[in-house]
C-alpha cells in the first residue's frame, strides 16, 4: 500500500481544513490509520489515529474535540476534518498505516507506511 496526502494550506485561526490521504488499494481491515505532524526541530507527533475495519478513534489530547479522522472505504481513503484550527496546529501533517499489531500506537517508529507530508499553516 502507498499513501498519497492532501489538503493542506493556510488559514486563519478558527478556520477548517480537511486532509485527505489516499491509499493505492484496499488497505486490510486490520491495518491502523494515523496521522501526525512535525514541526521544525520537534519529534513527529501522534495526532489521531484509527483502524481501518473500524472502531473507536484516538486523538491526542490537544485536538480532541476540534479534528476528527475518518475514512471511506469505497475510496481507499482516510481523512482529517480540522475545525477550530490554532496557529499552533502549523506543522507538515503526513498519515501513516501499519497492520502488524493488535494495538493502536501513538509512536511514529511503529509505523511502516507513510505518506509524503502536507503542509498546514494557521495564521493569528
Known amino acids: 500500500v502507498q499513501l498519497q496526502a492532501s489538503g493542506g494550506g493556510l488559514v486563519q485561526a478558527g478556520g477548517s481544513l480537511r486532509l485527505s490521504c489516499a491509499a493505492s488499494?484496499?488497505?486490510?481491515?486490520?491495518?491502523?490509520m494515523a496521522w501526525f505532524r512535525q514541526t521544525p526541530g520537534k519529534e513527529r507527533e501522534f495526532v489521531a489515529a484509527?483502524?481501518?475495519?473500524?472502531?473507536?478513534?484516538y486523538y491526542v489530547d490537544s485536538v480532541k474535540g476540534r479534528f476528527t479522522i475518518s475514512r471511506d472505504s469505497s475510496k481507499y481513503t482516510m481523512y482529517l476534518q480540522m475545525n477550530s484550527l490554532r496557529p499552533e496546529d502549523t506543522a507538515v501533517y503526513f498519515c501513516?498505516?501499519?497492520?502488524?499489531?493488535?494495538?493502536?500506537?501513538?509512536?511514529?517508529?511503529?509505523?511502516?507506511?507513510w505518506g509524503q507530508g502536507t503542509q498546514v499553516t494557521v495564521s493569528s
Open positions: 488499494h484496499r488497505p486490510l481491515s486490520s491495518f491502523a
Open positions: 484509527i483502524r481501518w475495519g473500524g472502531g473507536p478513534a
Open positions: 501513516a498505516a501499519e497492520g502488524s499489531r493488535r494495538t493502536i500506537i501513538r509512536t511514529p517508529d511503529a509505523y511502516d507506511l
